[in-house]
């Protein structure tokens, strides 16, 4: 588990063996559907794995069955609303760097 914690640490663990390996496990356990959809009768594609206790505050349970959970892109987004709020300033960004003159 120190090796899991470390590999978190220096930022390689989605690159892991042994993620490749677990997350593969995870979709195959949810039949690759999203598990968000489901609860709400939609059928989506699963299309990535989440932490539910995001692997940056619990690197103890990165490859635990329990913390993982089978998302489509759209819910794993909504998992994530600091990476939207990475996203948009650049826009923000852009509209302030051509700034109406008139
Ligand atoms: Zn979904
Ligand atoms: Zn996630």
């Known amino acids: 588990m120190a090796r899991i914690t470390r ?19 995870i979709l195959e356990r949810d039949n690759h559907e999203c598990q968000h959809c489901k ?10 794995v989440h932490h539910i206790n995001h692997l940056e505050v619990r690197p103890d349970l990165a490859l635990d069955d329990d913390n993982l959970i ?4 759209g819910c794993h987004n909504r ?4 990476k939207l709020a990475d996203i948009e ?9 051509f700034p109406e003159r008139w």
Do not use: I
């Not at 089978?70 to 892109?73: A, K, Q």
């Not at 998992?79 to 600091?82: A, G, Q, S, Y």
């Not at 300033?89 to 760097?97: I, L």
């Open 79 to 82: 998992e994530h609303p600091e």
């Open 7 to 25: 590999l978190v640490a220096e930022g390689k663990f989605y690159k892991s063996g042994c993620w490749q390996n677990k997350r593969r496990q």
């Open 39 to 48: 609860t709400e009768g939609k059928f989506s594609l699963a299309t990535c």
């Open 70 to 73: 089978s998302l489509c892109d």
């Open 89 to 97: 300033p650049p826009a923000n960004a852009k509209t302030r760097m």
